[in-house]
């Protein structure tokens, strides 16, 4: 109760002081100096319809007096009357000088009236400037000197604020959570995982409706440029729907004729002589259109949506891309959360409700998720599609062994029995990544880890020559139901590109030629050591974090990136603390654990080298880094028994109370050790939830960096501007 209300008293200060301090420190502005001073340049006209309209960019301003008495002018709107003869925009950048001192720009926005307030220390002129390109109308009336700053509550930042207090009430060192046992069997604990889980299915689904009804054709023809057509899983799923395997775009015959029109010298070459339409990033064989990208994600929403719209009036012809990915990331959020609840209580079943929420938040900023639901065109819909199969793979076969008695077990010699319905399954949500983020395919080696009782258990009655009809079907309920996902996969990229291995990627329309280029081999160290290592860039200025260059040796693919793994994420270097765990983990989970950070860095190295530097792609690896990380991460927050406890176990303050709400990992060591091994655990709970929160703040910044694809600054202006606007006259 008393830190409730520390919480409430410490937002009400930031929120009415604090964030406020424009207003209290212009309560004794003259407020004098009316719009009417305000000298135009030549490079602005006022328009009938109100609007300024600009004429030419190096003289494109307004300037007006000032007299010191405050630290804010304002920028007045006119009221738009009428039709306007060019593009009339809501937000424009702009640039306020002071006393001749050039400013620096800052996005403003007419929706957001905070933004339209700007901090000045000029004593004597103001000088704002238009960046706008020439022709553009902005409804700017005037630029008001000496203002007083309104008063202003924002119940967005009350929000933000209100959920970091309740993270910290959950994590801090002496929380009521630390002593309650994470129980999958206790009513309580499971009807608030899935109230939780339902707000976030309820708010995925909602947003998913909204996005499909309000998209629209994404199609932009460049002049003398490329055709970016980014509704390609809408093609594919109308290709299928028409029994087709190519894509229904026009061809153009000069380029379809031209000597390699994989050559990017000669494609500009097409372009400059009016040749379109050239699809970006499609992939062109024989004389046709295809996706390179995978065909489950059309099969699984794209097609049933797209069949649905035929019968249905009123709904949008294709599904927005947007919409599956944010589909997509709900079914990785639930499933991943069931797998990481099911794997820590096996290699920690006294974990805490504290530890366990950590581990949970840790997974979604390892796993690099909140990338793809800032960027939710079709780049990210394999790769979510891929985390939300493979999750759910995983979590159906670790949960694959069964007691004795359970239905349809399958059993090799003495090893626990094991679910064939759960292994089928967990094999056809592995085997689809075939058809979604290829790469992700990989994680079927996992299987010989979490089985490797029972392998060995079948290779020894084969060796002995014991082998019977039913030792078989473990292995064929594995088989064959990948096999059903994996051969039609096969098929269709043999009936598109005359081969049953090749999904195309080597003849994508793009920045070089595909079908003879590899990344030199030179970059791969570097490219390593910047999706691991690549530290953060912060600067003084909203949004505080920038781009951090990371510069080849030779020519390759780099997509701006903020940091590497281990800086957007500290926790998972923890996964190099598994060697150092060996005794407080079970065997089996342990090496599953290892084998998946080795079988993250390998997928690392292959990214490396088939598709270079890309921020998206710390998604294929970071998640089964960052859940190798997750025993270290326990570890450190104190909840494995230590050895000392072993005996209190034994006397009823352990064993006996396996299955209590209490957590004795959390709460005997702190009562029987006292002193400075409590406050030691402490100081370590303390360091990593300033480590989560800071990595969580660092997440959401960088949401709002200027260069990074999908930038909110393009796609949600008024957003970046309303946050921006938080900071920016505080400065």
Not at 68 to 89: E, F, K, M, N, P
């Amino acid at each position: 109760m008393r830190f409730a209300l520390l919480s409430v008293l410490v937002i009400v200060v930031l929120e009415c002081v604090v964030f406020n301090l424009p207003y209290w420190t212009s309560v004794a502005a003259s407020t004098d100096s009316p719009a009417t001073l305000n000298t135009m340049g030549s490079g602005l006209t006022r328009e009938a319809s109100g609007t300024l309209e600009v004429t030419d960019q190096t003289k494109a301003f307004l300037s007006v007096p000032v007299d010191g008495s405050s630290q804010y002018v304002r920028i007045d709107l006119s009221q738009v009357t009428g039709a306007t003869r060019s593009h009339l925009v809501s937000a424009v950048h702009v640039r306020l000088d002071s006393d001749g001192r050039a400013g620096s720009s800052t996005l403003i926005d007419v929706s957001q009236p905070r933004s339209l307030y700007l901090h000045t220390d000029a004593q004597h002129m103001v000088k704002l400037w238009i960046q706008a390109p020439t022709g553009t109308q902005v409804p700017i009336f005037a630029v008001r000197p000496n203002v007083r700053v309104a008063f202003q509550i924002d119940w967005l930042r009350v929000t933000v604020m209100a959920v970091i207090a309740i993270l910290i009430a959950c994590w801090r060192p002496r929380s009521r959570l630390w002593r309650i046992r994470a129980d999958p069997g206790s009513v309580a604990q499971r009807l608030a995982f899935f109230t939780l889980m339902a707000v976030v299915g309820v708010a995925s689904l909602t947003g998913a409706a909204v996005i499909a009804t309000l998209g629209k054709p994404l199609v932009f023809q460049a002049m003398n440029g490329y055709t970016y057509d980014f509704d390609q899983y809408g093609h594919i799923a109308d290709a299928l729907l028409h029994g087709r395997v190519w894509l229904d775009l026009p061809v153009s015959s000069a380029f379809a004729n031209s000597a390699n029109p994989y050559d990017p010298a000669l494609r500009e070459r097409l372009l400059d002589a009016g040749t379109c339409p050239i699809y970006w990033d499609y992939a062109f064989y024989h004389g046709h259109w295809y996706s390179y990208f995978g065909v489950i994600p059309a099969i699984v929403l794209f097609v049933p949506y797209q069949a649905l719209s035929h019968v249905v009036p009123g709904i949008p012809a294709m599904l927005p891309s947007a919409s599956a990915v944010v589909l997509f990331l709900f079914g990785f959020v639930l499933f991943g959360s069931l797998l990481t609840i099911r794997m820590l209580r096996r290699v920690a079943p006294d974990c805490s409700v504290a530890g366990m929420s950590m581990a949970l938040v840790t997974l979604l900023l390892g796993s690099n998720v909140g990338y793809l639901w800032l960027r939710t065109n079709f780049y990210s819909v394999p790769i979510a599609a891929s985390l939300m199969f493979t999750s759910l793979g995983l979590w159906l076969w670790t949960g694959a062994e069964r007691p004795e008695g359970s239905r349809r077990l399958w059993h090799a010699g003495d090893a626990p029995g094991l679910s064939l319905p759960r292994l089928a399954w967990g094999a056809a949500c592995i085997a689809a990544n075939a058809g979604c983020r290829p790469t992700f395919a990989l994680t079927a080696l996992l299987i010989f880890p979490l089985f490797w009782r029972q392998i060995r258990q079948m290779a020894r009655l084969v060796r002995t020559g014991k082998v019977t009809r039913s030792l078989w079907a473990g292995p064929a309920a594995v088989i064959l139901p990948a096999m059903a996902v994996v051969i039609p996969v096969f098929t269709y990229n043999l009936l598109r590109f005359d081969s049953l291995f090749d999904f195309g990627n080597s003849y994508q329309i793009t920045v070089n030629d595909m079908t003879s280029y590899s990344e030199p081999f030179a970059n791969i160290p570097w490219i390593i050591g910047y999706y691991l290592l690549l530290p953060p860039r912060m600067q003084s200025t909203f949004p505080f974090v920038a781009i951090n260059p990371a510069p080849l040796p030779q020519w390759g693919f780099a997509e701006p990136m903020v940091a590497g793994l281990f800086a957007m994420c500290p926790m998972a270097l923890l996964a190099f603390l598994i060697p150092v765990l060996r005794r407080h983990r079970r065997e089996r989970f342990g090496a599953l654990l290892s084998c998946m950070l080795m079988l993250g860095m390998a997928i690392m190295l292959v990214d490396a080298f088939k598709g270079g530097l890309g921020w998206r792609y710390i998604c294929d690896f970071g998640w089964l880094i960052t859940l190798a990380s997750l025993p270290g991460l326990l570890w450190v927050l104190g909840e494995f028994l230590h050895p000392t406890d072993d005996t209190a176990r034994s006397d009823g303050t352990g064993g006996e109370k396996a299955h209590d709400s209490v957590c004795p990992s959390a709460s005997s060591v702190v009562r029987a050790t006292g002193g400075w091994r409590a406050f030691a655990l402490d100081c370590r709970r303390l360091i990593i939830m300033l480590l989560l929160l800071a990595s969580i703040l660092f997440l959401l910044a960088s949401c709002f960096v200027t260069g990074r694809d999908d930038s909110l600054q393009r796609s949600a202006p008024d957003m970046f501007v309303r946050i921006q606007a938080w900071f920016a006259l505080l400065e």
